[in-house]
């Protein structure tokens, strides 16, 4: 016969079980809100809302919100160290463990692209703690591969096998990008272009003429007050995010009073609105043109390369904007801008399916969307900013990531 100190003991048992993981539900509902609204847009009653208790509850499992943006981030950045970390431990010739790590790293980012959009998106909210805590373990990732590539490659010099590896890693940023079902389909095209990248031939001594365009038709023509407001927009919206930045803010920069700003746009999304704009214009114009150059298959593959190469060097905190703040443009504003972003990938999958016959249109648009966002992360980053090759050697990587894709 059962006792009733048992009875009482499989109570507490079942009711411990059926108690939810409040912690858990916090960081999940976190997350969602953070990537629907963005962090800056997201109060701690808001997550506290969709749990279904108190604000004042929420203090109990983290001391603040940005504990809330952090806990994911750095369970990410940890993991993917400890992947690298037992990558190389399995031992093994130099090619045979670059596989191996692109294989790990690219299944830890597959498994989480909620948390790398946020990584990509939301880290300039994170505390300076926590962002050096973060920043160094990548650092020591970074040195993990190096070691390795240069094994394999030893012709590189360190910092050609850097920007390689900063290049080929940047890439995995598209992960929050790519259609939601069966996100494993596209590990292989990604494990490839991120091989490619590491193990690309010599990049090209010169780069096809083109030209940068700037098209007059936007808000604010060059020289003027408006241009002066967008690319302090831009900057800022760059460097702190799009919800810590203030109307004051820009126009401090500019050196104006606050009100002036209205004289030119209505609003600060619709300045946002603007920035996003005119880089999603200029690139798809140029787009345009290489496919009409008439030249081979490769040839327009390489002028598309080379055109969106030269313009997110050339405007680096307006491509920024695009790729880390075109969630919050409003949907009655961002209509223009979601057209013009459709259309330019479509010509890069078409370039690509022309030079790579018989690949399945998935495979494209994947290694399409990683090769932008390998450009866009070199033009992003400040670190290569000096570095005189480095037009050559991004289009370099990304044609090489580009053609590698197999039918």
């Known amino acids: 016969?059962?006792?009733?100190?048992?009875?009482?003991?499989?109570?507490?048992?079942?009711?411990?079980?059926?108690?939810?993981?409040?912690?858990?539900?916090?960081?999940?509902?976190?997350?969602?809100?953070?990537?629907?609204?963005?962090?800056?847009?997201?109060?701690?009653?808001?997550?506290?809302?969709?749990v279904g208790i108190t604000a004042g509850a929420v203090y109990k499992h983290f001391p603040d919100k940005r504990a809330l943006l952090a806990e994911p981030i750095r369970e990410m950045v940890l993991?993917?160290?400890?992947?690298?970390?037992?990558?190389?431990?399995?031992?093994?010739?130099?090619?045979?463990?670059?596989?191996?790590?692109?294989?790990?790293?690219?299944?830890?980012?597959?498994?989480?692209?909620?948390?790398?959009?946020?990584?990509?998106?939301?880290?300039?909210?994170?505390?300076?703690?926590?962002r050096e805590e973060l920043v160094a373990v990548r650092v020591e990732g970074v040195g993990?591969?190096?070691?390795?590539?240069?094994?394999?490659?030893?012709?590189?010099?360190?910092?050609?096998?850097?920007?390689?590896?900063?290049?080929?890693?940047?890439?995995?940023?598209?992960?929050?990008?790519?259609?939601?079902r069966r996100l494993a389909d596209h590990a292989a095209t990604l494990e490839t272009v991120l091989l490619a990248?590491?193990?690309?031939?010599?990049?090209?001594?010169?780069?096809?003429?083109?030209?940068?365009?700037?098209?007059?038709?936007?808000a604010a023509a060059e020289h003027t007050r408006g241009r002066a407001i967008l690319d302090e927009a831009a900057k800022l919206f760059r460097d702190r995010g799009y919800h810590a930045?203030?109307?004051?803010?820009?126009?401090?920069?500019?050196?104006?009073?606050?009100?002036?700003?209205?004289?030119?746009?209505?609003?600060?999304?619709?300045?946002?609105?603007?920035?996003?704009?005119e880089i999603a214009d200029?690139?798809?114009?140029?787009?345009?043109?290489?496919?009409?150059?008439?030249?081979?298959?490769?040839?327009?593959?390489?002028?598309?390369?080379?055109?969106?190469?030269?313009?997110?060097?050339?405007?680096?905190?307006?491509?920024?904007v695009w790729m880390t703040e075109e969630h919050h443009v409003p949907e009655d504003l961002g209509e223009a801008v979601r057209r013009d972003r459709k259309r330019y990938l479509d010509y890069w999958v078409g370039a690509v399916l022309a030079v790579n016959p018989g690949v399945e249109e998935a495979a494209a648009q994947t290694a399409s969307l990683a090769v932008m966002e390998l450009i866009d992360a070199v033009a992003r980053s400040r670190r290569f900013a000096a570095v005189p090759q480095r037009p050559e050697w991004t289009v370099g990587l990304a044609l090489a990531a580009l053609t590698s894709v197999a039918a």
């Not at 590491?198 to 936007?218: F, G, K």
């Not at 798809?284 to 290489?290: K, N, T």
């Not at 150059?293 to 390489?302: F, I, K, R, Y």
Request: proline share 5%; net charge neutral; with cysteine.
């Open 1 to 50: 016969m059962v006792g009733r100190a048992e009875v009482r003991g499989a109570k507490r048992r079942t009711t411990q079980s059926a108690r939810p993981n409040r912690r858990a539900e916090l960081l999940a509902a976190a997350a969602r809100l953070f990537r629907e609204r963005g962090y800056g847009g997201v109060s701690v009653a808001d997550i506290a809302e969709q």
């Open 79 to 130: 993991t993917w160290r400890n992947h690298e970390v037992l990558a190389i431990a399995e031992g093994g010739a130099p090619d045979v463990v670059l596989r191996r790590l692109a294989t790990s790293v690219v299944a830890v980012v597959l498994e989480r692209p909620d948390v790398v959009r946020l990584w990509h998106q939301e880290a300039h909210y994170l505390s300076g703690e926590v």
């Open 144 to 180: 993990l591969w190096l070691r390795v590539l240069v094994d394999a490659r030893p012709e590189l010099t360190t910092s050609q096998a850097e920007f390689r590896i900063r290049a080929a890693l940047g890439l995995l940023n598209s992960v929050p990008m790519l259609p939601a």
């Open 197 to 218: 990248t590491l193990l690309a031939p010599e990049p090209p001594a010169r780069l096809p003429e083109i030209r940068v365009v700037d098209r007059e038709s936007r």
């Open 245 to 277: 930045v203030g109307i004051d803010d820009i126009a401090a920069g500019v050196g104006i009073a606050g009100p002036s700003i209205y004289s030119h746009f209505p609003s600060k999304a619709a300045v946002l609105t603007a920035v996003v704009e």
């Open 282 to 320: 200029e690139l798809c114009w140029g787009g345009a043109l290489a496919l009409a150059s008439g030249g081979t298959a490769h040839d327009v593959l390489e002028l598309l390369v080379t055109t969106h190469v030269r313009t997110a060097l050339a405007k680096s905190d307006l491509i920024a």
